[in-house]
């Protein structure tokens, strides 16, 4: 285990059998890389990943949320590690990874088994399709972070809900988009790459 997640790992006050499902999903990854057509990338690059969706466990508000999104799960990232997380630091928390690929979510399906995390299910469809409202969900390079993505949150999450976005540089993002919204912004650098994950929250518009 490279010392970056390791340090992480123990920093997020999880036991040693978490890096241990942290490194099996990165074997899963690159075993089924071609298979299913899954992101290319290198150990390290991966590593960079799952460390930046472990740094996001403290700064999101997960406390008393219930259902969580992870919408276009893709190969898990972020989805897999807050399930991971959560197995130890939020029983009560359930994830639906909304991944309407096939081949994605037939990845995601035997990750979920391999791991034996019972606290997520997979949900191969549009999420439009979901029969419930959902705490709050997380996204990864699933759409731009603007008008279209604010409206569906809207339309899926309960009154109260929230939406963390992860993002690259921030000043890529139009914030004009934004506006009306409370909105807090949370650094999740690694050595690599500048990072950051917004956090928009329905429920507290601004005066």
Same mark, same amino acid.
């Given at each position: 285990?490279?010392?970056?997640?390791?340090?992480?790992?123990?920093?997020? $006050?999880?036991?040693?059998?978490?890096?241990?499902?942290? #490194?099996?999903?990165?074997?899963?990854?690159?075993?089924?890389?071609?298979?299913?057509?899954?992101?290319? $990338?290198?150990?390290?690059?991966?590593?960079?990943?799952?460390?930046?969706?472990?740094?996001?466990?403290?700064?999101?508000?997960?406390?008393?949320? #219930?259902?969580?999104?992870?919408?276009?799960?893709?190969?898990?990232?972020?989805?897999?590690?807050?399930?991971?997380?959560?197995?130890? *630091?939020?029983?009560?928390?359930?994830?639906?990874?909304? #991944?309407? *690929?096939?081949?994605?979510?037939?990845?995601? #399906?035997?990750?979920?088994?391999?791991?034996?995390?019972?606290?997520?299910?997979?949900? !191969?469809?549009?999420?439009?399709?979901?029969?419930?409202?959902?705490?709050? !969900?997380?996204?990864?390079?699933?759409?731009?972070?603007?008008?279209?993505?604010?409206?569906?949150?809207?339309?899926?999450?309960?009154?109260? $809900?929230?939406?963390?976005?992860?993002?690259?540089?921030?000043?890529?993002?139009?914030?004009?988009?934004?506006?009306?919204?409370?909105?807090?912004?949370?650094?999740?650098?690694?050595?690599?790459?500048?990072?950051?994950?917004?956090?928009?929250?329905?429920?507290?518009?601004?005066?």
């Amino acid at each position: 285990m490279p010392d970056p997640l390791e340090s992480r790992v123990l920093a997020a $006050g999880l036991p040693g059998d978490a890096a241990n499902l942290l #490194e099996t999903y990165l074997d899963e990854i690159f075993k089924h890389q071609e298979r299913y057509g899954l992101i290319k $990338g290198t150990h390290a690059e991966l590593i960079a990943h799952l460390e930046e969706s472990l740094k996001a466990v403290d700064t999101l508000p997960l406390d008393g949320v #219930e259902e969580l999104l992870d919408l276009g799960s893709g190969v898990g990232i972020p989805g897999i590690v807050l399930g991971i997380v959560a197995k130890y *630091r939020f029983p009560n928390l359930r994830l639906t990874l909304v #991944e309407r *690929r096939t081949k994605r979510s037939l990845f995601l #399906e035997g990750v979920v088994a391999r791991l034996a995390l019972n606290n997520i299910r997979i949900f !191969a469809d549009d999420v439009k399709r979901l029969a419930f409202l959902a705490d709050a !969900a997380v996204c990864r390079a699933f759409m731009p972070l603007g008008g279209q993505l604010i409206e569906l949150a809207r339309s899926i999450l309960k009154p109260k $809900g929230w939406l963390a976005y992860f993002a690259g540089k921030r000043n890529l993002i139009d914030e004009k988009d934004l506006e009306g919204l409370k909105t807090d912004w949370y650094r999740l650098d690694t050595p690599e790459k500048e990072r950051w994950v917004c956090v928009l929250k329905f429920c507290e518009p601004l005066q």
